[in-house]
């Protein structure tokens, strides 16, 4: 990934994961990795965003695509996600943003 997108999406409050098409992570920010359980070079452990990835890298979906996943905690929060294409190349990334932590502001 180019140094200026990392530095970029460390940056911002929405959780951002790069993926290759066959749902392989790339790179997750900080924010993505506190939402959801990502490793790099693994695919998405949260089975919701591991199915609608690979469905959206073999074309099945239309994309922007918007889908919701709850965090694997005690009290789960609700995360309001999509998954878009990439700013460079054919991969796609997952944007997620905590809907349950907005609702407290």
């Excluded at 993505?32 to 695919?43: D, E, F």
């Excluded at 959206?56 to 609700?78: C, I, R, V, Y």
């Excluded at 999509?82 to 349950?100: E, H, K, Q, R, T």
């Amino acid at each position: 990934m180019n140094e200026a997108f990392r530095l970029l999406f460390d940056q911002v409050k929405s959780g951002v994961v790069w993926v290759e098409r066959d749902g392989v992570v790339r790179y997750a920010n900080k924010a993505a990795v506190q939402m959801t359980p990502v490793m790099l070079g693994q695919v998405m452990m949260d089975p919701v965003a591991d199915r609608t990835v690979k469905a959206a890298g073999q074309g099945m979906l239309k994309l922007p695509f918007h889908f919701e996943l709850t965090t694997q905690e005690a009290h789960p929060d609700s995360i309001r996600a999509a998954v878009i294409g990439a700013p460079v190349g054919s991969d796609l990334m997952v944007v997620l943003n905590n809907v349950s932590e907005e609702r407290w502001y």
